[in-house]
Nanobody
């Protein structure tokens, strides 16, 4: 069983930065991936970023490329999402995920992830 607990959300002005953290209790086995999705009110869930264990690389949604960076602290079993140059359209609930996407092309698909955190609100004011 894996439990994910996010922290670091909050309110920020456009152009500012936030860092989200996701502490995982337990670790998925095998070729798992961890990452972030977000969902704004009235909108579909959107892939933000993910990494696949054992060096398969990092993945980013088109809307955050060049602004967000995902990283993992192996010693702390924690994944981070550094968000820079934030825009009002980044406002959403951000959820940490872990699971076993069936191939690299499935890393961006929310249904591939078995474990979800409770979510943390990020609000970017214009």
């Amino acid at each position: 069983q894996v439990q994910l607990v996010e922290s670091g959300g909050g309110s920020v002005q456009a152009g500012g930065s936030l860092r989200l953290s996701c502490a995982a209790s337990g670790r998925p086995f095998g070729e798992y991936a961890m990452g972030w999705f977000r969902q704004a009110p009235g909108q579909e869930r959107e892939f933000v970023a993910a990494f696949r264990w054992r060096g398969s690389g990092t993945f980013y949604g088109d809307s955050v490329k060049g602004r967000f960076t995902i990283s993992f602290d192996n010693a702390k079993n924690t994944v981070y999402l550094q968000m820079n140059s934030l825009k009002p359209e980044d406002t959403a609930v951000y959820s940490c995920v872990a699971g076993w996407p069936a191939g690299l092309t499935r890393v961006t698909t929310s249904s591939e992830y078995m474990y979800w955190g409770q979510g943390t609100q990020v609000t970017v004011a214009s």
